[in-house]
């Protein structure tokens, strides 16, 4: 477990303890589900878009501290946010957690999400924190199904 001990911030432990928007949306208009059989990640993504802008978004699921923490912090990032700045997001945070260069523009963009960076390091992590962000496209792309992280 040392080695993920920097993982293990703050921020990541504090939302897997209390994720936030952890509930099912009655409303809604894009459903996915998303699964990272490596680690047994299991999520289900709510979004209720009116007009291309996020009104609402949430989840539910159960997995480790990353993918849960990861969905949380995704959910809370993008809530009001349009479609078209989601997908951008998504871009940006796949560049995080995968290790490729960002510029300060788009690190600062990122915010909190940012604490991620460091999963770079472990390649089984990858997945795990990007898991609701694969999930979320599947969602907006009307794929009602589920997500695979390979
Ligand atoms: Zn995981």
């Not at 490596?38 to 993504?45: H, I, M, R």
């Not at 260069?101 to 915010?111: F, N, P, T, V």
């Not at 770079?120 to 695979?148: G, V, Y």
């Amino acid at each position: 477990m040392s080695e993920l001990r920097e993982l293990y911030q703050e921020v990541i432990l504090d939302h897997n303890k209390n994720p936030r928007n952890f509930m099912k949306l009655k409303v809604h208009s894009h459903h996915a589900n998303g699964h990272n059989p490596l680690c047994g990640d299991k999520l289900e993504l709510y979004l209720d878009v009116v007009d291309g802008v996020i009104k609402d978004i949430s989840f539910v699921g159960s997995g480790c501290a990353i993918s849960t923490s990861s969905a949380s912090l995704m959910t809370q990032f993008l809530k009001g946010k349009t479609v078209d700045e989601s997908r951008h997001y998504f871009e940006s945070f796949h560049d995080l957690v995968t290790g490729k260069a960002l510029s300060e523009e788009k690190l600062e963009q990122l915010g909190k999400l940012a604490v991620f960076a460091g999963v770079q390091e472990f390649p089984a992590r990858i997945k795990c924190a990007s898991l609701s962000w694969h999930t979320l496209m599947n969602a907006l792309d009307s794929k009602d199904e589920t997500a695979a992280t390979e």
